[in-house]
């Protein structure tokens, strides 16, 4: 994963809101998608982590990378959002269906709904898991993080991102089981 410039920049260095976009997006983007799952409206949340973002640029002082701030700010809007839609969920409100995405044009259409099959299927898993698993799970195993990088994004040593991932992956596959089993 290349980290953005600003992670090198000095702290001393004042942060541009629109550089800092510019920059980001699609990394904050794919962290919303991941993080967020297939029901998660990615658009939606892009938009409220830079809109917290905004507003709390100017008390950000520099005491940790830019994207190290950045995830937090992007972990904590997917959790408020998904905690949102649990809440409309159960109170009997129903989501859009978000999971339905556009095949790519090189898949069959039988090859596009097994992928989003298998990917409903991973999302169902992980949205059952422990928060913190999850996240680990999804850093390391979808977005191909290195375990020195999440240890940056999260603020955990490296070796108890190591250790907390072997239990997470623990965690799925006993999961993965069990719904298997069910079916």
Not at 88 to 109: E, I, K, N, Y
Not at 128 to 148: A, C, D, H, K, P
């Amino acid at each position: 994963m290349a980290w953005g410039k600003r992670d090198r920049a000095s702290v001393d260095q004042p942060v541009d809101f629109q550089s800092l976009y510019a920059e980001y997006v699609q990394q904050v983007a794919r962290w919303v998608a991941r993080l967020g799952g297939t029901d998660i409206d990615v658009d939606d949340v892009v938009q409220e982590v830079f809109v917290a973002v905004h507003r709390q640029l100017p008390g950000f002082r520099g005491e940790s990378q830019v994207s190290t701030w950045l995830y937090r700010i992007t972990a904590n809007q997917v959790g408020e959002r998904r905690r949102r839609d649990r809440w409309r969920r159960w109170l009997g409100g129903s989501a859009d269906d978000v999971a339905g995405h556009l095949p790519s044009p090189t898949l069959t259409p039988v090859e596009a709904l097994e992928r989003r099959e298998a990917s409903a299927r991973v999302y169902k898993i992980l949205d059952s898991m422990n928060e913190r698993y999850r996240t680990l799970v999804i850093l390391f195993e979808l977005e191909r993080l290195s375990g020195q990088e999440i240890a940056a994004l999260t603020g955990m040593s490296v070796d108890s991102v190591f250790v907390a991932l072997h239990r997470a992956r623990a965690q799925f596959v006993k999961r993965l089981h069990l719904e298997e089993d069910a079916s």
